[in-house]
């Protein structure tokens, strides 16, 4: 006696499945009122198959709305990704979808800069697509078997710089030596950011000694997704200073750079 | 179609099922996937005589069958919650159930008593936060210290007042009595069962907290235990909640002894749950002929 009408509502075919690397997958998943609403910085919240109570955040790589889909880019972490990197095509996937408060975004012909860590990197490329040559996209990876997404970001127009922890691929050491040599260059009018906590706090730390506009995508355990339940919760003060908890999954998951307590 | 209303200390639902505290805010979030009206009733965030911030996350980590989580009563105090969610919440043709907690039961008896000068249909009285350092569960752990709370309350509102009773107890019958005894008009249990998760990696708990309330499908007949028990033992209504995913779910708790059912963590899973709950009971019922949904409540046979 299930009633599979409400579970319909939220079941989405899975069109393509791609291994990117031993860790990383390319799901792209066909959803046409999910993609005409979908704005770059938000996040789909996926359920796997199984007995698992929580669903997986995942930012949006890819918004394609004449295609009908989203695509998004993950990592294999622990149990809940592993059961939805086994997806394929022509199977279906629980997802809600979007969600979240994404990038907000000046003119496209804005120079600006794009920095992403790991599997940090992918809600970069939707703004390197509406931002196109204007953009420089700074990606660091552990090491050269872990590098995705370089020739998407080529694709847009955009300046790549590929960064390597062993200097394996693309030059050796952390993303904030070209960042910060971008902004010496030329002043950007944003810089957005999505990686591991320690890189955002030295490109916000950065942003802040340049006076320059930074927004972040921040990721925290999360479970309704959609600001009711605040378990997602992240250490913010208002313009007065007053410290606040917000909410990943609704106030974010980008928040302005200043509004971050880190 | 079965006749799916219950009465609940003199308040009509229309039907027993209620998203639990916590889980459902204050329901502004689930608007866009149903209207409100459909519920039976909602219980509402907890709220605390002035605004708390809640515990540093992370806040919730996986588990098997559920999910632990540890907010520490994030809300914005009850002053906010009358001026700026419950005009809403109390034109959504829905019975309202109003959280309160407190770190004494002074704080308790003030929240309860600025509730009960609004139309808040309902006051449930949480003595059972596992998250919380002061309050919280500490009332819920004793039966003087939730007999104390309990008074102080009843003192302080003449709206029906549920109190929602921690399972991390010795004897929840025994808690149920000291309340009754106090004058609480029904009792909802059961909050979560404190738990914890640990990293491999870094050997760190994955909670902040360290420890967190344990809640889902794995509680569920840890539930249907203490509802039963506590059904048998109290002259008030019991509000069943635990691990309920299902239908059949809710039935199996109204047979234990429950006259209404909440639902938590289905909803942290999938925000139509609550509706897929009511379309399967009311399922369940027709298929076994069953017309009323309250007679159900304590059916159980046991052996």
Not at chain 1, 10 to 25: D, E, G, H, N
Not at chain 2, 13 to 24: D, L, T, W, Y
Request: contains cysteine.
């Amino acid at each position: 006696m299930k009633h599979d009408k409400y579970t319909a509502l939220l079941t989405f075919p899975v069109r393509s499945m791609t291994q990117l690397t031993k860790t990383a997958w390319s799901m792209v998943i066909e959803c046409p009122e999910v993609a005409a609403k979908a704005q770059p910085g938000q996040f789909v919240n996926l359920l796997p198959d199984g007995s698992f109570t929580l669903r997986r955040p995942i930012s949006i790589c890819g918004i394609d709305r004449e295609q009908g889909t989203l695509r998004i880019v993950f990592e294999v972490r622990g149990k809940g990704t592993e059961a939805l990197s086994e997806l394929r095509a022509g199977d279906s996937v629980n997802m809600l979808a979007p969600l979240g408060h994404g990038f907000s975004l000046p003119d496209k012909n804005s120079r600006v800069i794009l920095v992403g860590g790991g599997i940090g990197t992918p809600p970069m490329l939707p703004l390197a697509q509406y931002f196109g040559k204007n953009a420089v996209v700074i990606s660091g990876f552990r090491n050269r078997d872990a590098v995705i997404l370089q020739e998407d970001f080529a694709a847009c127009g955009a300046k790549t710089i590929l960064c390597t922890d062993d200097g394996s691929a693309g030059r050796s050491g952390l993303v904030t030596l070209p960042l910060e040599e971008e902004i010496k260059a030329e002043k950007p009018a944003l810089i957005c950011a999505c990686g591991p906590l320690p890189m955002l706090k030295a490109t916000a730390a950065l942003a802040e000694t340049y006076e320059i506009p930074c927004q972040v995508s921040l990721e925290e355990r999360m479970g309704c997704g959609l600001g009711a339940c605040l378990v997602c919760a992240c250490r913010t003060q208002d313009a007065d200073g007053n410290e606040q908890y917000l909410h990943v999954c609704k106030n974010g998951p980008v928040f302005n750079s200043q509004e971050v307590i880190w | 179609m079965a006749d799916l209303s219950v009465n609940i200390c003199g308040i009509p639902f229309k039907n027993p099922i209620i998203p639990a505290s916590g889980v459902f805010g204050y329901g502004r979030e689930y608007e866009q996937f149903y209207p409100l009206s459909k519920l039976g009733g909602i219980s509402t965030k907890g709220t605390t005589g002035t605004k708390r911030t809640g515990n540093l996350p992370p806040r919730t980590a996986e588990a098997p069958m559920g999910m632990l989580n540890s907010v520490g009563l994030q809300n914005p105090g009850v002053d906010a919650f009358i001026a700026n969610e419950l005009p809403h919440l109390l034109s959504c043709d829905t019975v309202i159930l109003a959280n309160i907690a407190g770190s004494t039961p002074e704080e308790c008896a003030e929240v309860a008593a600025k509730l009960d000068k609004t139309d808040v249909h309902m006051i449930e009285l949480n003595i059972s936060c596992p998250n919380v350092k002061q309050g919280g569960a500490a009332f819920g752990t004793s039966c003087s210290a939730a007999a104390q709370v309990t008074k102080a309350v009843r003192l302080a509102t003449k709206k029906p007042l549920c109190i929602k009773l921690s399972p991390n107890v010795t004897s929840i019958t025994e808690i149920a009595k000291a309340v009754e005894a106090e004058g609480a008009d029904a009792v909802s249990l059961i909050n979560t069962l404190l738990g914890m998760r640990i990293d491999l990696r870094t050997r760190r708990p994955i909670l902040h907290n360290n420890m967190g309330g344990y809640s889902g499908a794995g509680i569920f007949p840890v539930a249907v235990r203490m509802v039963w028990q506590t059904a048998n033992a109290v002259n008030i209504p019991v509000i069943g909640m635990g691990g309920v995913m299902s239908g059949e779910d809710a039935a199996e708790l109204m047979m234990a002894g429950a006259s209404a059912v909440q639902v938590g963590t289905a909803i942290v899973q999938d925000p139509y749950a609550p509706l897929r709950i009511i379309d399967e009971l009311n399922d369940w019922l027709d298929a076994n002929g069953v017309d009323k949904a309250d007679t159900l409540t304590g059916s159980v046979k046991p052996w």
